[in-house]
């Protein structure tokens, strides 16, 4: 299984991992739209990304979430009627939604935001398991 593991010692809160995502998935720079959100709590790094837990896919009326062959869980936007039953549930808050996107959005562990992350912040991890 692929995910998103960061490392909050290492993370300056910069944004760069935002903007690189945003800029990928929503073609716009807005912190709004990335799929990794990192903001800095009693000066200290949060950094909130989807663990692909998958419980989301239990949720969902529309069976529009499923994992791939690499255990990361996606959206059928065919399918996905923007009920939003994934972002009230999802355990680690990092189901999204914008008005401006018509369907929910998440992590998939693309590795754009790792490659952006001047201080190595982030990593993708495969632990060979399929969930």
């Not at 739209?33 to 998958?54: F, K, T, W």
Request: charged share 20%; proline share 7%; hydrophobic share 35%.
């Amino acid at each position: 299984m692929k995910f998103l593991k960061p490392h909050l010692d290492r993370c300056v809160v910069c944004g760069s991992c935002m903007s690189a995502c945003s800029k990928t998935w929503a073609k716009k720079d807005d912190p709004g739209l990335s799929r990794i959100r990192v903001e800095a709590v009693a000066g200290y790094p949060d950094i909130h990304v989807c663990n692909q837990c998958g419980g989301c896919i239990a949720v969902c009326p529309a069976m529009a979430l499923s994992r791939d062959k690499n255990g990361v869980v996606q959206i059928d936007r065919s399918r996905c009627t923007s009920c939003l039953m994934c972002v009230g549930f999802c355990p680690s808050a990092t189901m999204f939604f914008s008005p401006s996107i018509p369907s929910p959005f998440k992590c998939v562990a693309c590795g754009v935001c790792v490659r952006a992350c001047p201080e190595g912040a982030l990593e993708i991890v495969d632990t060979g398991e399929e969930e």
